[in-house]
């Protein structure tokens, strides 16, 4: 009996790649690649192949029909995947990525059909370089890597928070035109702390418990040397790390690899660019603005600082300007006197102006601080319950008329938003400024036979920037990502709305608009990556830039971008 060799990962993704066209090869293409009989006769151009794939997606039953459906063309036709994606963002993001993603997670050791990413677990020590390099697409340039130990609000998950980097890389294409053959997607595996994990006989990790904190970081001392040593231009996003580690990791590693935070930094970049359009539109003065975080953990903590930042950048000190804010946890509110053993990302915000007293709700908190403003980053599906929306409201409607509340229920998937946008409406008598982390239809409320009133939410969608950044940071070939770029990038997506959007009262683009978005994302990241002398560009490109102004840099980016075309 003859033995059939299985082809290698990297004779796959040649074929897979040759195949990218679909039915739209010419006849002499199809002579050329031998394709004649391997696929239809018939030929197609992009929108009748598009037009096909959104009416299968459209007549499945499920999300995860259609994720499975959506996996299965991104590998058979990557091409005609992000053309759709792309033409059809407000539909199919959703899918790809949030809320859609949590589900596919949950289940993805049910779900594996085969390899999307790199597995590297933590008995695989020895070999890291080895399997990196066996990544089947020649020097990557965008990475997201996960250990699966905090998946959006659904705990540690293990391996089977693997579906994050491959939808979030997923994004990067869509959003900012990073070639999909130039990312890379990895989940360390640690182990997990998840019971039903352990006890799954169709789990694809190891099944132990995750080893000591000190373990797991030489672990990643050993990754990221590896990474940076095997690709050394590529760009590292961390992604769904536990919040001590996660923070620990970005202070580790930021001043030594090329590497961000997308849950503490990008969350953070993105709020900020809302808040910043949200002041605008509350009527509430810069010096009146008191904010009340519910959540303190790495994305809370993240989102905090970035706002932080917004205000010493108008003129306030930095003990000013972090006395604006108030962290609640489940404890109550965060004190330097509360009793317990804060965790050291919290101690920045701890209060020390409480005069001893504590204050175990939000509820509680609300009365006490009067403020301006509530972010949710719970992970806990409505904690803004009505009485602590109307709560907000009525402290906004004590400093005078024409006020109005912002409140930013932040929390993914939407099983676990604080709340919904017909009840923030609702509850505010539609005077609220709403963004969320997940997407919600708009709402329109009646006013009588003949009127009606629409509102629209906004989406505070961590696509907004990170796919900016990751493409900014690649193409001003920075040495590392700072701070300064990070900030940037806030400020400008808070610039990118154009006059349609600011007239609807948004505060961030129409999802569909989201990368052009990037591109002026990107552009501002390049610019302060220069300024802060991390661009290995030559100072020659610079300066023609400098000369020519924004429309010549945004063209060398569109050039370098990833727009398929079928």
């Not at 010493?312 to 489940?330: H, I, N, P």
């Not at 919290?346 to 709700?361: E, W």
Request: aromatic share 10%; hydrophobic share 40%; net charge neutral.
């Amino acid at each position: 009996m003859t033995s059939r060799i299985l082809p290698s990962l990297r004779s796959m993704a040649a074929n897979i790649t040759s195949l990218r066209q679909g039915l739209s090869f010419t006849p002499e293409q199809r002579i050329a690649k031998n394709l004649t009989g391997l696929i239809p006769h018939v030929m197609e151009d992009s929108s009748k192949q598009c037009e096909r794939a959104l009416k299968m997606i459209r007549t499945r039953q499920t999300n995860i029909d259609r994720y499975l459906y959506l996996s299965s063309l991104k590998y058979q036709n990557a091409d005609l995947f992000y053309r759709l994606l792309i033409d059809n963002a407000k539909e199919l993001m959703p899918l790809v990525y949030t809320p859609t993603i949590g589900d596919v997670c949950l289940q993805y050791s049910t779900l594996y059909t085969r390899p999307e990413a790199l597995y590297i677990s933590i008995k695989q020590r020895k070999s890291i370089k080895t399997i990196l390099r066996n990544w089947p697409y020649p020097n990557p340039e965008i990475c997201v890597v996960t250990d699966g130990s905090r998946i959006l609000g659904l705990g540690d998950l293990g391996v089977n928070g693997v579906g994050i980097p491959i939808g979030k890389l997923a994004l990067y294409t869509a959003a900012a035109g990073i070639h999909p053959d130039k990312t890379l997607p990895i989940v360390l595996d640690c182990g997990t702390a998840n019971e039903a994990n352990l006890k799954d006989p169709l789990y694809l990790g190891m099944r132990s418990k995750r080893p000591s904190v000190a373990e797991q970081q030489e672990f990643m001392d050993e990754f990221m040397q590896a990474a940076a040593e095997v690709y050394p231009e590529m760009v590292v996003q961390f992604e769904d790390f536990e919040s001590e580690k996660a923070f620990n990791y970005l202070d580790r590693y930021r001043n030594k690899y090329k590497c961000f935070n997308d849950d503490i930094q990008g969350t953070g970049a993105v709020v900020l660019g809302g808040y910043i359009g949200a002041v605008n539109l509350s009527g509430v003065p810069l010096e009146e603005q008191r904010l009340v975080f519910m959540g303190a953990g790495s994305a809370g903590v993240g989102v905090a600082k970035q706002l932080v930042e917004y205000y010493t950048k108008r003129g306030l000190s930095e003990q000013a300007a972090r006395d604006k804010f108030w962290l609640v946890d489940t404890k109550g509110l965060v004190t330097k006197d509360r009793g317990d053993k804060l965790a050291e990302h919290k101690k920045y915000f701890a209060r020390g102006d409480n005069n001893g007293l504590q204050f175990k709700t939000l509820e509680e908190v609300i009365e006490y601080v009067k403020p301006t403003a509530l972010v949710g980053l719970t992970a806990t599906f409505g904690v803004f319950t009505e009485s602590v929306v109307r709560a907000l409201k009525a402290s906004v409607d004590a400093g005078g008329l024409g006020r109005r509340p912002i409140l930013f229920p932040l929390s993914n998937p939407l099983t676990k938003a604080e709340c919904t946008f017909e009840q923030a409406v609702t509850w505010t008598d539609g005077t609220v400024i709403f963004a969320s982390g997940s997407p919600f239809s708009q709402f329109t409320i009646k006013l009588g036979s003949d009127q009606a009133i629409t509102y629209h939410p906004n989406q505070g969608n961590n696509v907004y920037v990170f796919p900016g950044i990751g493409l900014g940071a690649i193409l001003a070939k920075a040495t590392r990502v700072t701070d300064n770029m990070i900030y940037t990038s806030a400020a400008a997506l808070a610039g990118s709305l154009n006059a349609e959007e600011v007239h609807k009262g948004l505060i961030y683009p129409r999802i569909e608009r989201v990368r052009d978005a990037s591109v002026i994302v990107a552009r501002e990241v390049m610019k302060a990556a220069r300024r802060d002398g991390v661009s290995a560009l030559s100072e020659e490109q610079w300066l023609t830039w400098e000369e020519w102004g924004d429309p010549a840099l945004d063209k060398y980016i569109k050039e370098h971008i990833y727009d398929p075309a079928l």
